[in-house]
């Protein structure tokens, strides 16, 4: 009798852990910036890169694959623009003005092709979700962003890997981007 309470104690541990493995967030930590209102999640095995002379708020990269990245850049919405991401224009315009101005700006010898643009909404807030094909002058990246306005800031939350490892790790960034999230 015991044998059999300690086998299925085994067995339901096992499918316990199993399942956890298994979600859509494992392996993944929480960035939370209460300060400023946004949080998201990012890979295990991911650090922290020093923004102080650079413009993102916070950046993160891969320690092995170094050009593998996230960061959140936050701007000022211009008065005349108006207050929400619909004031600035649909996904697909505010997805191709993103990927003018920054992405790929002239002369910055990189061309941005917007793969997709969707919007969808989240406790109150309009996020759109954007997927760029990058080409620079030795390699090709994916972009995935997400976009929102809280307070009268832009918040740009983008990934970016090379094309290489993308059919490996879009699923993973995938879940990274819609977990941006501003408040």
Request: aromatic share 10%; with cysteine; proline share 4%.
């Amino acid at each position: 009798m015991l044998k059999k309470i300690a086998a299925l104690l085994l067995v339901l541990v096992t499918v316990t852990l199993t399942s956890c493995a298994n979600l859509p967030t494992s392996g993944l930590k929480s960035f939370v910036d209460s300060y400023d209102g946004y949080e998201f999640l990012y890979p295990n095995g991911w650090v922290a890169i020093d923004t102080t002379n650079i413009k993102p708020d916070v950046a993160f990269r891969d320690l092995i694959e170094r050009t593998e990245n996230v960061s959140v850049i936050i701007s000022p919405v211009p008065e005349e623009t108006g207050k929400t991401l619909a004031d600035l224009g649909t996904p697909t315009e505010v997805g191709y003005a993103l990927s003018k101005n920054a992405i790929a700006p002239p002369n910055s010898n990189r061309t941005a092709e917007l793969v997709s643009a969707e919007q969808y909404d989240y406790k109150d807030k309009t996020y759109y979700t954007l997927e760029y094909s990058v080409q620079l002058a030795d390699r090709e990246r994916h972009n995935l962003a997400s976009v929102s306005i809280s307070r009268g800031q832009l918040f740009t939350f983008n990934i970016s890997t090379t094309e290489k490892r993308w059919q490996k790790t879009k699923d993973r960034l995938q879940t990274v981007v819609n977990s941006f999230h501003v408040y």
